[in-house]
């Protein structure tokens, strides 16, 4: 299933209607290249769980941020680790296993030790400068009403 978006308000959109859907335990993975619109994507989601939107950074120096809201946000930005096994050492996502969202950019830089049940979506630049394509799937046990959520 795929979107496009013709600027970072429309993306911010999208993301708040994935996060009205939210149940809480939801893992969201954000694939692709720098700039391409996954922190904005999160931002969106933060708006629609309740949190401040203005908290959540780009580029980010922390590899977690948790924001509270109607469901706490953990927002986890892999970009900066060195390897999966820097990851496994943290034990990052041990921390994230509550009630919250998990939303989480560059997860393939951890490899297996991030969650394998999530919502992936992978964002695309262009054509025009300010359009984003979006290209969601489910992987392993993933939420599949988050889907239906944007009309899958
Ligand atoms: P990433 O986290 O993937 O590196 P960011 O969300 O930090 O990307 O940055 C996306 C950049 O692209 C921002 O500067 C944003 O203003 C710009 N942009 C332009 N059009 C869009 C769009 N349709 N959706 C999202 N961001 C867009
Ligand atoms: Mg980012």
Redesign the pocket.
């Known amino acids: 299933m795929t979107r496009r978006?013709?600027?970072?308000e429309?993306?911010e959109a999208l993301g708040e209607a994935l996060a009205a859907a939210c149940r809480g335990g939801e893992v969201i993975r954000?694939s692709?290249?720098?700039?391409?619109?996954?922190?904005?994507?999160s931002r969106g989601i933060a708006r629609g769980l309740g949190a401040d939107p203005a908290q959540v950074a780009?580029?980010t120096f922390t590899l977690l941020n948790i924001y509270p809201g109607r469901l706490p946000m953990y927002h986890v930005d892999l970009y900066r680790i060195e390897s999966p096994a820097e990851l496994a050492r943290l034990d990052l996502f041990e921390e994230v296993e509550g009630p919250g969202v998990t939303v989480v950019?560059w997860p393939d830089l951890g490899g297996e030790h991030t969650p394998a049940d999530a919502l992936c979506v992978s964002?695309s630049h262009g054509p025009g400068?300010?359009?984003?394509g979006f290209a969601f799937s489910l992987s392993g046990n993933g939420p599949e009403y988050l889907l239906s959520a944007i009309g899958g």
């Open positions: 978006t013709a600027s970072p429309e993306t954000l692709g290249d720098l700039g391409a619109g996954k922190t904005c994507l780009s580029p950019e964002l400068e300010a359009e984003r």
